[in-house]
Structure formats: structure tokens, C-alpha cells
């Protein structure tokens, strides 16, 4: 009897997803695996579907704002360019399970599950109903969307997966689901905490150039702290009319410097030369207040201090931890005032609690869960 075999979808480039590169990663040595995303996983021995996208033209962009206002839904969902190609390239596919990444995947994995007799499982990542709800336009023209994929499709999901306990909770209270967590730790890395230079200490923020982010915060930042503090901005320019304003504003800033991205697989060696993670977020996205990112256990796991605002789901493991200063309040000011009160020891000390930690939260840890929640629904 052969393996298991394993559809993972996702509207992702999958080389540079880390979090749907960890299921395949976790998964690949017990099932065969179809992966089928924007890009090749580039992980040997995966079968691999390419789903095609394109931008929008205004002629559809126009007839998918009639169909999402007169509540037309699934003509608008079945229009989406990258949904019809995924339907084309899998319909004729035979699995066991479906792991949906995010809700846009989710009608049409059902669809292909109901085909093919597959169990569906679905990894909603974040809480998409309230992803954009600071955005007056998106909550104008997507909220009720996503409300309806959500009411319609997850009572057919055999297991639901999300990022942190806060998104999973609230996908509970509203939807009736149970959603388990799996956290985006990257994997594990040997390495030790650097040394800190006390008249020197170099913070580093890495991520996406998202404005509604409001990113341009921590470059104010530097100018309420001490002279011992310079910050580094390591960003994928995914929004450059953004990224131009964002160095518009540290010209003129000698502390302020923005350093080339690396893949994501070398993030963590990339930062462990650094003394502090630093990731002010602004809480005015619901998504934002309860994120646990990426970045925060890449931080970790590059033995760094961590300096966040009190964005609930990070504070309550930087502080339990004693990883770094979560600020009193989501304002600079708090924030320079905890980072000017530091001790070259205080950072020595997280530093070192961050090595003490990185064991816990690295990926090998969710990899017994995942496959664990698979074996439950198709055996291993």
C-alpha cells in the first residue's frame, strides 16, 4: 500500500511562503505531496501544479464590485483569474487530503474535495473577515464576503489551523469552528547570542512594506532615543511608492539604514548579529492586535532582545519569557522610554532568555502537531 497522498494549496509564491514551506517540509517524508501555489516550493521529490495569476483589468474589476454589492458572491469568487487556473490544472486530481491555505482557497477545495472524496483541513493563517477592517473601502467592498465564505464553507472543514490563540478564538465565538494553533516558528538554528557592544546597539525590523503598517513610526522612533541605538530596516519592497517615503523620512537620519533582504530561510543567521528584534505595530487592524508573526520568533530564534508595543498575543510571550520591553502603550514615546532605560545587562539578559527559548519555539515543535492533526483525519 502506498503513501497517503496530500493536496497543498495555496495563492502563494510557495519558495517564498515560509509558513506553507514548513507543511510541506513537515509533511513530505510520511505522504506523497502535490504542492500547488505561484512558484515552485523548490524542495525536491514534490509534485508541483503552477496556478496562474494575473492583475486585474478594470472591466473586472468593475463587475467584481457588482457581484460583491448585490451579494452575488460565487460569481465573483469563480471570476478570480487564479482561481479558475487552479480549477483547471486540479480538477482531475486524485487525493486523500486537502490542506486549504487561507480562505481564498477554501470554495475551491471543496469543490475539489467533493470530487475526488478528499478530506478537507484548512490552515486559515489570519482572520480574514477582519483583515483590512481599518480600511473603510475593504470593509465597504470585501467584509460581507469573506462573512459569507466563512458562514457557507467552514462548516464542511474536517480540522482548522490558525496562527495564534487570539484568531482562533474569534473564528470560535463567531463561527462555531474548533481551531487549533500552529505558531510560524521558523526551524530551529544552533547558534549563540552575540556580543554586546555597549556604546553600540544595533536594532533590526525585517518584513514586507505594508503602509498600513505604519512602519514610518520606527524610523521616528530613533529620534527619541539615545545615541547608543541605530536601527536597521531589512524590507521586501512589495510596495515601492511606500518604501520611497519610508527612506524619504530617514534621509536624513544617520542611524536609520535600509540593508538588502535575504531569502527567508537565511533570515535568522542574517539577524543574530544584531542586539534587538524591534516590530511597533500598529493595533488599528484587528489582525494586527492579535498577530503572532513571523518576525517575533525569528527574533528568537536569532537570540535577540525583542522590543514590541503591547500587541497582546507577542507581550504575552515576550514577557513570559522576559525576552525584551513590551511598551506601556502603542506610542513611540512608550517605547523609546523603555528602550533608553536599558542596561547593556538587560539586553546580555534577553538575549541569552531568547537562546534559552529558541528550542521551544522553532518549527520542529508545531511539526509533531501538523502531523498529528493529519494522521487524525487520514492515518499516517
Not at 5 to 33: A, C, G, N, W
Amino acid at each position: 500500500m502506498g503513501k497517503k497522498k496530500i493536496l497543498i494549496l495555496s495563492f502563494s509564491p510557495l519558495h517564498s511562503d515560509p509558513r506553507v514551506y514548513r507543511q510541506i517540509m513537515f509533511l513530505k517524508d510520511t505522504y506523497e505531496l502535490i504542492a500547488a501555489g505561484f512558484s515552485a516550493p523548490a524542495i525536491d521529490g514534490i509534485q508541483f501544479a503552477l496556478i496562474e495569476h494575473k492583475l486585474p483589468n478594470l472591466v473586472w474589476k468593475m463587475a467584481a464590485v457588482l457581484n460583491l454589492k448585490t451579494g452575488r458572491y460565487e460569481d465573483y469568487y469563480w471570476s478570480i483569474y487564479s482561481v479558475r487556473s487552479a480549477w483547471s490544472k486540479l480538477e482531475s486530481v486524485e487525493c486523500d487530503l486537502i490542506i486549504a491555505n487561507d480562505l481564498l482557497s477554501l470554495p475551491l477545495a471543496l469543490a475539489l474535495a467533493k470530487k475526488c472524496k478528499a478530506i478537507l483541513f484548512l490552515d486559515a493563517h489570519e482572520f480574514t473577515p477582519r483583515e483590512y477592517d481599518n480600511d473603510p473601502i475593504w470593509r465597504f467592498v470585501f467584509q460581507k464576503f469573506w462573512e459569507y465564505i466563512c458562514s457557507k464553507y467552514l462548516p464542511h472543514v474536517s480540522a482548522m489551523t490558525t496562527v495564534s490563540q487570539g484568531i482562533a478564538d474569534e473564528y470560535s465565538r463567531l463561527y462555531g469552528v474548533e481551531c487549533e494553533v500552529i505558531t510560524n516558528t521558523p526551524f530551529f538554528k544552533d547558534l549563540e547570542p552575540s556580543q554586546v557592544n555597549e556604546e553600540s546597539i544595533r536594532m533590526i525590523h525585517h518584513g514586507g512594506t505594508n503602509p498600513a503598517r505604519k512602519l514610518e513610526n520606527m524610523i521616528f522612533l530613533i529620534d527619541k532615543l539615545d545615541e547608543r541605538f541605530s536601527i536597521d530596516f531589512m524590507l521586501v519592497n512589495n510596495r515601492p511608492r511606500y518604501a520611497m517615503k519610508l527612506e524619504g523620512i530617514a534621509q536624513n537620519k544617520p542611524r536609520i539604514n535600509f540593508v538588502k533582504p535575504v531569502p527567508f530561510i537565511d533570515i535568522v543567521s542574517t539577524l543574530n548579529k544584531y542586539d534587538i528584534g524591534l516590530f511597533l505595530l500598529d493595533p488599528s487592524a484587528f489582525n494586527y492586535r492579535m498577530a503572532l508573526p513571523n518576525k517575533l520568533f525569528e527574533f528568537i530564534q536569532a537570540r535577540l532582545a525583542v522590543a514590541i508595543w503591547p500587541s497582546p498575543e507577542m507581550a504575552r510571550i515576550t514577557e513570559a519569557y522576559d525576552l525584551g520591553v513590551v511598551s506601556d502603550q502603542f506610542s513611540v514615546e512608550a517605547a523609546a522610554g523603555k528602550l533608553n532605560a536599558l542596561t547593556t545587562e538587560d539586553i546580555v539578559r534577553f538575549k541569552q532568555n531568547s537562546h534559552q527559548a529558541a528550542g521551544m519555539f522553532c518549527a520542529e515543535k508545531n511539526q509533531d502537531k501538523l502531523i498529528g492533526i493529519v494522521a487524525k483525519l487520514i492515518g499516517s
